[in-house]
Each structure stands twice: as C-alpha cells, then as structure tokens.
Nanobody, 122 residues
Framework: QVQLVESGGGLVQAGGSLRLSCAAS????????MGWFRQAPGKEREFVAG???????TYADSVKGRFTVSRANAKNTVYLQMNSLKPDDTAVYYC????????????????WGQGTQVTVSS
C-alpha cells in the first residue's frame, strides 16, 4: 500500500529555516505529483507547495520566495525547504500524492502522510 512519511519538523525561531522530507513507498514515485499542505490550529488545511511529475513547482502566495519544493526520484523523496520562517507558518505539515499533475485542492488527493509539526516562535 502507499505510504508517505514526513520528517524534519520541529521548533525554530522566526527567521530560521527547516527542511521537511517525505519518503514515499508503494507507488511509482516518478509518475506522481507531490504536494505539501498545512493546517494551523483552528484553521482549514491549505495548499503550501507542490511539484508535478515533470518537476514543475507551484507555491501558495504566502510562501513564494521563502519555500522551495524539490524531489529526488531516485530516493522516492520530496523535500520542502522553508526559509525566513514566520510565526504564521506554525502548523502541521502534510505530504500528499496524486498521479501525474499537481492540484491545489485537498480533495484531489487520496494519499496523505501523518503530518509533522512545525512551530515558529517569535
């Protein structure tokens, strides 16, 4: 079965950096678009960034210029490099997968990781 396992979350001060990783198994990784969503307390889950099977990336306006998504097909892993972190970035970050093309709507995804907590202190 498909498994997505996130890692790399933690506590960081505002202005700092973190790199999240998501290791995928049970799928033909190179054929899948990989997305990152986040959910802050009391808020709906929202799209953050993603990269499709052609290695084209898309970002939410709130993270453009600060976050970078990349993938290593040989390692079945997608990364989210987060720089210049702000307290508003505090959330649980989820990795998602769907075949071929990226979508920004969470209902388009059926495969989800368990999430990793990112906390940014002011």
């Amino acid at each position: 079965q498909v498994q997505l396992v996130e890692s790399g979350g933690g506590l960081v001060q505002a202005g700092g950096s973190l790199r999240l990783s998501c290791a995928a198994s049970g799928l033909t990784f190179s054929s899948y678009a990989m997305g990152w969503f986040r959910q802050a307390p009391g808020k709906e889950r929202e799209f953050v960034a993603g990269i499709n099977w052609r290695v084209t990336s898309t970002y939410a306006d709130s993270v453009k210029g600060r976050f970078t998504v990349s993938r290593a097909n040989a390692k079945n892993t997608v990364y989210l490099q987060m720089n210049s972190l702000k307290p508003d970035d505090t959330a649980v970050y989820y990795c998602t997968a769907r075949l071929l093309n990226l979508r920004t709507e969470e209902e388009e995804y059926i495969y989800w990781g368990q999430g990793t907590q990112v906390t940014v202190s002011s």
